[in-house]
């Protein structure tokens, strides 16, 4: 409502009083949105008597006031600058009113106005400056406030549009360079101490953006300005609309508090922000933690809308294949297409099930692809009739473990926990959903810092420093990958809570969904222990990891080298994820040696701490809770096993293989055979004799299996538990079931002595690949590094009958293997056997006419190099 003012001291006591009266409206009802208009319109009402009284009359003919920029938008915030235009029709009266204007300008300044004036012709505003792109900009938010109505509307029906078709190419791609450099300039995160509420990702610049870009497509569509346009990005979706009231009113809370155009959130204005529930549909005290979480999730919503704006524009020049590119190929058995590297979503789509959902989550992984808005807005609406169809069981593992294999995972899972769906299939991770640790070591939240560890993972498939060259060797040595990305997922889940050992509560959380998932016994276990450990590399860090006793205290908890592998790299993918500057070029160094140190005393301890029932009774109750019955002879088969048998396995695993070994009176040799995913395990449990370990390596050498991984363990009573793990090239037993049978008989009488196995040998005589790199041998004794056996080392090209190679030559020269760990990467193999003679270490004499003889029997089965 405009008043009849007389005179300037009028107009400053109007000003101030309604400046008092917003700032108490604001105060009593925290709207933002409100706050910014209402202080527009009262500028609105203060600019014609400004006019009158400086130049003595009405605003003349050929002179219109507009209000540009956030003043046009009515967003005029309590300390920003009034964004005025002077649009005059001509020079001649620019130059006639010169003078008034700039009387007026200084009486804004005298009212407490921050005034931001431009003068331009029409004329000049159908120019297009990529240099000066703000003031086309600025004509994109123009508000006619007095003077030449005519004139205004010749600039918005024709002068603008004209410029904005004309132009359009230059202006929105000079728009998103200018944004993504801004975005660089921060880091191209939303995540900051202490963001600035404007210029930040995520911030109302970016809010701005997507209106603009969703604006000028408008007009390219259209061919004219639209006649209510509003703000169209927020018109439809309430998260946007609640992001951009959430930030408004933050802003004007932060202007407010400081008296001046201030947009930095600072530590001190969080906490008053929180204590004032700045934002916030709930009035009162709020926890600062909880009100940072709020602003990024408004920020995260922010911030996705921009950057989709920006990869919607086409490219900036045409190229000959641009046709081709732009063909829409529809993604099989989906109501989704792909075009231009983006995934949109068909109109006729009818979301009834998850199964095509995951399908297009699982390209988006392997290919780093983006989703289009309305892909993504078709998702978000479609999410309650996807809750329910939720799956559970191998559906839904097959369909995460994909996602979580890509390369391009973490941008999935980022997608899919910003739609919804995320929470949707896996309700234990909804917890962590921006959740706030508000310390400065701890830039990201949650959720954010759990994609990062996935990211950084995957990022040492191309490492590019020194350390993580030294990483990405153990990425390729991790068997099970997708259960080990499924453990960093939860991983920081029980964090949730807040109160008591995060990891702990992240094990609960993560039981409920592995059941769902239906992971057998071995698979949840290792998943849980991956959970509860993963803070244990980092705590050794803070002892002195050159002391043996640390190394040796670190080595019990972790108990295998599969484990230690992939707990290191969690370790460094963990740390480097807590902030940009968290993994130092030094801490990355002492975290590796770490690693080595206790990967090397875990291979060289292996057998001397072997279990005793009077020293460690804890494992001998957890055990006999599954054959109470069977205490004195569960007693005597564990009496004697090494403790890295009983530590890198199960009770239920060693209770089977107690079951098994119960059964030797009535048939002496027991095995077991099964199918684990990519390979084949083979377990036998009989007594030792010479021979055996070589036999049982040459009997699944003769069927053309190739052994990827092997441990042998013997306890006080000669009871031997041997494990082999191999693939299958040919698929032998996959496809003929019925051979299965006569492989396990195969296997039976190669062990009891019934059939030689030279015989197996001869009848299949092994084709030899040519290898495509040559692996010198390498022979390492060492007599310091168990108490009481000697450890050789075998490095070697690796290739079919190897291991029966080297065990045979081990048994001519009267060696007893104590424990064997056999593993292989790639073409080389690596086998580590703990030796005596006689309950003895080995001599150097015996050393050297065994290293000799190893020598020869390796070189006899080199495969020829290929060619």
Same mark, same amino acid.
């Given at each position: 409502m405009k008043a009849a003012f007389t005179s300037h001291q009028q107009l400053r006591e109007y000003y101030q009083a309604e400046m008092a009266g917003m700032r108490q409206s604001f105060e009593r009802t925290g709207n933002g949105v409100l706050c910014v208009r209402r202080r527009a319109l009262v500028v609105d009402c203060l600019l014609e008597p400004l006019w009158r009284f400086e130049s003595g009359g009405p605003i003349p003919p050929g002179l219109a006031l507009m209000g540009v920029g956030g003043f046009g938008r009515k967003e005029l915030f309590p300390s920003s600058d009034v964004d005025l235009l002077y649009l005059c029709v001509d020079e001649k009266v620019e130059d006639k009113l010169r003078e008034h204007i700039r009387g007026c300008n200084q009486a804004m300044w005298d009212l407490g106005l921050r005034a931001s004036p431009m003068i331009r012709t029409l004329k000049e505003c159908d120019r297009y400056d990529p240099d000066n792109i703000e003031f086309t900009l600025s004509l994109l938010d123009r508000r006619f406030i007095a003077g030449d109505h005519a004139l205004s509307q010749a600039l918005q029906t024709t002068t603008l549009p004209e410029v904005a078709l004309r132009e359009w190419t230059g202006i929105v791609h000079r728009l998103a360079d200018l944004a993504r450099a801004r975005h660089q300039k921060y880091g191209n995160t939303i995540f900051h101490l202490e963001p600035n509420i404007k210029e930040c990702p995520g911030g109302l610049r970016d809010h701005q953006l997507a209106h603009w870009l969703n604006l000028l497509h408008h007009i390219r569509e259209h061919k004219a300005w639209p006649t209510s346009f509003g703000n169209s990005l927020y018109s439809v979706h309430n998260d946007a609309a609640s992001a951009f009231e959430f930030l408004s009113a933050t802003r004007c809370f932060l202007h407010l508090r400081s008296g001046r155009d201030d947009n930095s959130l600072d530590w001190h204005a969080q906490d008053e922000a929180a204590a004032q529930s700045i934002g916030l549909e709930t009035k009162g005290t709020s926890d600062p933690a909880y009100w940072m979480r709020t602003y990024y999730r408004h920020a995260r919503t922010v911030y996705r809308r921009a950057v989709l704006a920006m990869e919607a524009l086409p490219p900036a020049r045409q190229s000959f294949y641009r046709p081709q590119r732009r063909k829409r190929v529809p993604i099989p058995g989906t109501d989704f297409v792909i075009q231009d590297g983006r995934i949109d979503v068909s109109e006729a789509a009818q979301f009834t099930g998850p199964e095509g959902i995951l399908r297009v989550f699982a390209l988006v992984a392997a290919h780093g692809y983006r989703l289009t808005q309305n892909s993504e807005d078709r998702l978000a609406d479609a999410l309650p009739v996807l809750d329910v169809h939720i799956p559970e069981g191998p559906f839904l593992w097959n369909g995460l473990r994909e996602i979580l294999l890509g390369p391009h995972a973490a941008h999935a899972l980022r997608t899919m926990h910003a739609l919804g769906i995320l929470e949707l299939l896996i309700?234990?991770?909804?917890?962590?959903?921006?959740?706030?640790?508000?310390?400065?070591?701890?830039?990201?939240?949650?959720?954010?810092?759990?994609?990062?560890?996935?990211?950084?993972?995957?990022?040492?498939?191309?490492?590019?420093?020194?350390?993580?060259?030294?990483?990405?060797?153990?990425?390729?040595?991790?068997?099970?990958?997708?259960?080990?990305?499924?453990?960093?997922?939860?991983?920081?889940?029980?964090?949730?809570? =807040?109160?008591? $050992?995060?990891?702990?509560?992240?094990?609960?959380?993560?039981?409920? !969904? *592995?059941? #769902?998932?239906?992971?057998? &016994?071995?698979?949840?276990?290792?998943?849980?222990?991956?959970?509860?450990?993963?803070?244990?590399?980092?705590?050794?860090?803070?002892?002195?990891?050159?002391?043996?006793?640390?190394?040796?205290?670190?080595?019990?908890?972790?108990?295998?080298?599969?484990?230690?592998?992939?707990?290191?790299?969690?370790?460094?993918?963990?740390?480097?994820?807590?902030?940009?500057?968290?993994?130092?070029?030094?801490?990355?160094?002492?975290?590796?040696?770490?690693?080595?140190?206790?990967?090397?005393?875990?291979? =060289?301890?292996? $057998?001397?701490?072997?279990?005793?029932?009077?020293?460690?009774?804890? !494992? *001998?109750? #957890?055990?006999?809770?599954? &054959?109470?019955?069977?205490?004195?002879?569960?007693?005597?088969?564990?009496?004697?096993?090494?403790?890295?048998?009983?530590?890198?396995?199960?009770?239920?695993?060693?209770?089977?293989?107690?079951?098994?070994?119960?059964?030797?009176?009535?048939?002496?040799?027991?095995?077991?055979?099964?199918?684990?995913?990519?390979?084949?395990?083979?377990?036998?449990?009989?007594?030792?004799?010479?021979?055996?370990?070589?036999?049982?390596?040459?009997?699944?050498?003769?069927?053309?299996?190739?052994?990827?991984?092997?441990?042998?363990?013997?306890d006080d009573a000669g009871i031997i538990v041997d494990t082999f793990q191999f693939s299958d090239p040919f698929r032998t037993l996959e496809l003929n079931p019925s051979e299965v049978d006569r492989f396990r008989r195969s296997l039976l009488d190669v062990i009891s002595l019934k059939i030689p196995i030279e015989v197996l040998l001869r009848r299949r005589q092994a084709v030899r690949a040519p290898v495509m790199v040559k692996v010198e041998t390498r022979l390492d004794f060492d007599n310091t590094a168990s108490t009481h056996s000697t450890l050789l080392q075998v490095v070697a090209q690796d290739g079919p009958g190897l291991l029966r190679q080297i065990a045979t030559t081990l048994a001519g020269h009267n060696c007893n293997i104590e424990v064997a760990l056999i593993d292989t990467e790639g073409e080389i193999a690596i086998d580590v056997f703990y030796l005596t003679i006689g309950g003895a270490k080995l001599d150097q004499e015996t050393q050297t006419q065994l290293q000799a003889a190893l020598s020869l029997a390796v070189e006899e089965l080199r495969p020829m190099p290929a060619t």
């Open positions: 309700p234990e991770f909804h917890g962590i959903d921006a959740l706030v640790i508000r310390d400065s070591y701890h830039r990201y939240t949650v959720d954010e810092h759990t994609f990062l560890v996935i990211d950084n993972v995957h990022a040492l498939r191309q490492p590019h420093l020194a350390w993580e060259r030294r990483y990405s060797t153990l990425l390729a040595e991790i068997d099970r990958l997708d259960l080990f990305f499924l453990a960093v997922l939860m991983h920081d889940t029980g964090k949730a809570r =807040r109160t008591g $050992d995060h990891t702990v509560q992240s094990v609960e959380l993560a039981d409920s !969904l *592995l059941a #769902r998932l239906e992971l057998d &016994a071995e698979e949840r276990d290792q998943v849980r222990r991956l959970i509860r450990n993963h803070l244990e590399m980092s705590s050794t860090l803070r002892r002195d990891i050159f002391d043996s006793e640390t190394i040796e205290a670190f080595a019990e908890k972790v108990a295998s080298q599969s484990h230690l592998k992939m707990l290191c790299l969690m370790t460094y993918a963990d740390i480097k994820a807590v902030n940009p500057d968290a993994l130092t070029p030094w801490k990355a160094d002492s975290l590796w040696q770490l690693y080595i140190a206790t990967s090397n005393f875990m291979d =060289r301890s292996v $057998d001397q701490q072997r279990y005793r029932a009077d020293v460690d009774p804890t !494992l *001998l109750r #957890r055990i006999l809770t599954l &054959a109470p019955a069977r205490a004195p002879e569960l007693r005597s088969f564990l009496e004697g096993f090494p403790q890295r048998y009983l530590r890198t396995r199960m009770p239920e695993q060693i209770h089977d293989h107690f079951q098994m070994a119960l059964q030797l009176s009535e048939s002496p040799v027991q095995i077991n055979l099964r199918s684990v995913r990519q390979l084949w395990e083979l377990t036998v449990i009989t007594k030792d004799r010479p021979l055996l370990f070589a036999d049982m390596a040459g009997a699944l050498s003769s069927w053309g299996m190739n052994i990827v991984k092997a441990e042998a363990f013997s």
